[in-house]
């Protein structure tokens, strides 16, 4: 027949029993509260987010007291614990019960010390954390203002754009009106170096992108302001636009034609100035460029003589006729272009059709 307990024992197991579900309970409503509020700090840590931060760091505080609140009921029941270890004839009637409730309370307060140390640690991270977000947004401000100077600055550019192009514009129709080709192109010309403008508003854009990726978690006001800088932007693109419209309109209206007397016939329009031949000298630095015989470098006279564009189709059918050792067209019009010769040839090829374009 097992041994009776005595009556302090039986209330001192009850007693035990009772604290142990109490533990329990409290332990099954900590941890989900430790695990939402530790997860969402790490995720506010890790994003450099203030916000995040400051909304779970101090629920995870409240939590990490709860924790200490139940370590400090186990160390109770442990104690209880201890205290029925020492009856003889409750350990040998109901030893399975008292092993059973005292592994249940040294893995709590394993898991429960781990967890509180854990949250020790994470509000800790937490405050660098702070100081990296605060630092963050000190960066953003920064660049948001270097941002925004570079805005105003083109901002003010078509505030000038704004005033003076209609102006522009008016003269310019004035002056072929009058037959009057200096005003006309002085007109055409300073509107349509308005038009680098749209260029740089062009080039700001994608900066301003960079910026809202480098810096998602800024405060609203801050977005707000990158917004007016876009919507800036666009006003500032539009308005180029409508520049440049008005730029191919006033080149539409082509060179004044100036009144004659009719008993002279119209002058015949004057022909576009012929590229010039190349020199001997030009024709055989050429003819070497390319792999040519001395004896075939007149061959080259008037392929050179044409745009180079037609270069390279006329030097493969050559290359093809001669057995050049290069026979691709680009590439002997490259080497062809390279040579000193042919640099200087379409150097004054460019300046002459710059300054027709100027002209019209």
């Known amino acids: 027949m097992p041994p009776t307990i005595s009556s302090d024992t039986a209330k001192t197991l009850r ?3 009772t604290m142990v579900r109490k533990v329990e309970a409290a332990d099954a409503k900590v941890q989900p ?6 997860d969402g700090l790490r995720a506010g840590i890790d994003n450099g987010s203030e916000d995040e931060i400051a909304l779970y760091r101090p629920q995870l505080a409240k939590v990490g007291a709860a924790i200490d609140s139940v370590l400090s009921s186990i160390q109770g029941a442990l104690g209880l614990l201890s205290q029925l270890r020492q009856d003889e004839a409750l350990m ?11 592994k249940s309370m040294t893995a709590k307060r394993k898991r429960l010390s ?28 920064a660049d948001l203002g270097a941002l925004q100077a570079s805005v105003a600055t083109l901002m003010k550019a078509i505030e000038y754009v704004d005033k003076e192009a209609p102006k522009l514009e008016e003269a310019a129709r004035k002056a072929h009106a009058k037959k009057d080709q200096k005003g006309l192109t002085d007109a055409r010309v300073r509107l349509i170096d308005f038009l680098k403008q749209g260029t740089a508003a062009t080039a700001m854009r994608p900066r301003i992108e960079k910026f809202r990726k480098a810096y998602p978690d800024i405060p609203r006001e801050l977005k707000a302001e990158v917004q007016y800088m876009l919507d800036d932007l666009q006003r500032a693109e539009d ?14 209206l082509g060179q004044v034609k100036k009144d004659e007397p ?22 055989a630095e050429a003819g070497k460029a390319i792999g040519m015989a001395s004896k075939d470098v007149g061959k ?5 003589a044409l745009p180079s564009a037609r270069w390279p189709a006329e030097l493969a059918r050559l290359a093809k006729t001669l057995k050049l050792k290069e026979g691709d067209g680009r590439k002997l019009a490259d080497l062809v272009g390279r040579t000193k010769g042919m640099k200087k040839a379409a150097a004054a090829e460019a300046a002459a059709k710059k300054a027709q374009l100027i002209d019209i």
């Not at 509260?33 to 530790?38: A, D, G, P, V």
């Not at 119209?266 to 001997?280: C, E, F, R, T």
């Not at 080259?300 to 050179?304: C, G, Q």
């Open 300 to 304: 080259l006279a008037p392929i050179l």
């Open 92 to 102: 040998e009637s109901r030893f399975g019960e008292i092993e059973k409730l005292l």
């Open 239 to 252: 308005r180029i636009k409508q520049v440049d419209k008005v730029v191919k309109e006033l080149v539409g």
């Open 33 to 38: 509260q430790y695990k939402k509020m530790s």
């Open 15 to 17: 007693d035990t029993v």
């Open 262 to 283: 009719e008993a002279k016939k119209p002058a015949a329009k004057k022909p576009d100035a012929k590229k010039a031949v190349p020199s001997a000298a030009d024709l």
């Open 114 to 141: 781990e967890q509180a140390a854990a949250a020790r640690k994470l509000d800790a991270e937490a405050d660098k954390g702070l100081a990296a977000a605060k630092k963050g947004a000190v960066s953003a401000e």
